[in-house]
Nanobody, 125 residues
Framework: QVQLVESGGGLVQAGGSLRLTCAASGLTFSNYAMGWFRQAPGKEREFVAAITQSGALTTYEDSVKGRFTISRDNAKNTMYLQMNSLRPEDTAVYYC??????????????????WGQGTQVTVSS
């Protein structure tokens, strides 16, 4: 079965960096676009970034552009989210997800069919 496992979260001071990893199994990873989402306490889950199957194209939520970088290594069945210049408002549980074949925007939760369990990122001020 499809499994997505996030890691790399933690506590960091504002201005610091973290790299999240999403390890995928049970699927032909290179066949699927992937995405990162996050959910802060009391808020809805929101889109962070997405990447196409080959990694050639990426999209980002406006507030993370220029600070976060999504990438993937299809040989390792792994996706990454490099997060720099972190801010307290980036505090959330971060989830990776597999893009489904539905014709919706990358930002739409309904466009993803498998999700990881999440990893906590906490940015202190």
């Amino acid at each position: 079965q499809v499994q997505l496992v996030e890691s790399g979260g933690g506590l960091v001071q504002a201005g610091g960096s973290l790299r999240l990893t999403c390890a995928a199994s049970g699927l032909t990873f290179s066949n699927y676009a992937m995405g990162w989402f996050r959910q802060a306490p009391g808020k809805e889950r929101e889109f962070v970034a997405a990447i196409t199957q080959s990694g050639a194209l990426t999209t980002y939520e406006d507030s993370v552009k220029g600070r976060f970088t999504i990438s993937r290594d299809n040989a390792k069945n792994t996706m990454y989210l490099q997060m720099n210049s972190l801010r307290p408002e980036d505090t959330a549980v971060y989830y990776c997800a597999r893009r489904a074949g539905t014709p919706v925007r990358d930002e739409s939760l309904s466009g993803y069919d498998y999700w990881g369990q999440g990893t906590q990122v906490t940015v202190s001020s």
